[in-house]
């Protein structure tokens, strides 16, 4: 099993660019999550997936939106980026949510924007 | 207060040697806690859960104290494969679900 499964890995765009980070997860897992982590902030959720066809604001959702497009796959998409939102963008999983299920994290994408 | 707060560190430790590390959260209603581990670079990784008794998982000891709203996170003989960081989560839920990372305590556990 590949787990939670991150693409692309690296990317670099311009300012104003857009584009949609993809994840997938193979653990049959209920809920998902998109977190960003930069240095001295920590892990902070942007955005989750509760269950298939429900999605909510973590704690930094602006200038992002988001697509739970199955139970697997859940989308996380920048409109128009900015250099504020170079970070790295990790996706999680977990059995179901709330409560007391762990996260199941992807690698990773590294984002940079100039 | 800040929601969930940690010691960044870092910790310098020799082989062998034993390190307790804190995380402390500002909600009493909160019902679920975890430990991770991030290596450099890399993704976090569940470490263990933090159960009410206090739970063991070979070298490692995680405990909570719900009267001081803090967690603990105990390593003996420590190894240089454990240099990492270590990260607390703090869940609450109800119709007021929320997720919290601190934002990490880094070992270096030197030779």
């Known amino acids: 099993n590949a787990g939670v499964t991150q693409t692309p890995k690296f990317q670099v765009l311009k300012t104003g660019q857009s584009m949609t980070l993809q994840c997938a997860q193979d653990?049959?897992?209920?809920?998902m999550y998109w977190y960003r982590q930069d240095p001295g902030m920590g892990l902070r959720l942007i955005y989750y997936?509760?269950?298939?066809?429900?999605?909510d604001k973590g704690e930094v959702p602006n200038g992002y939106n988001v697509s739970r497009l199955n139970k697997r796959e859940f989308s996380l998409r920048l409109e128009s980026a900015a250099p504020s939102q170079t970070s790295v963008y990790f996706c999680?999983?977990?059995?179901?949510?709330?409560?007391?299920?762990?996260?199941?994290f992807g690698d990773g994408t590294r984002l940079s924007i100039l | 207060r800040k929601e969930v707060e940690q010691d960044p560190g870092p910790f310098n430790v020799p082989e062998g040697a034993t390190v307790a590390f804190n995380c402390t959260y500002s909600?009493?209603?909160?019902?679920?806690f975890f430990w991770y581990r991030q290596d450099c670079r890399k993704e976090p990784k569940l470490l263990m859960s933090?159960?009410?008794s206090g739970n063991e998982d070979g070298r490692f000891t995680a405990q909570l104290n719900r009267a001081s709203q803090y967690i603990s996170l105990l390593i003996r003989d420590s190894k240089l494969s454990d240099s990492a960081t270590y990260l607390c989560?703090?869940?609450?839920?109800?119709?007021?679900?929320?997720?919290?990372f601190g934002k990490g305590t880094l070992l270096t556990v030197n030779p």
């Open positions: 999680a999983s977990s059995e179901r949510q709330p409560g007391n299920q762990p996260q199941h």
């Open positions: 653990m049959n897992h209920n809920s």
């Open positions: 997936s509760a269950s298939e066809g429900t999605t």
């Open positions: 909600n009493s209603a909160s019902q679920s």
């Open positions: 933090v159960y009410s």
């Open positions: 989560v703090v869940i609450w839920g109800g119709s007021n679900y929320k997720l919290t």
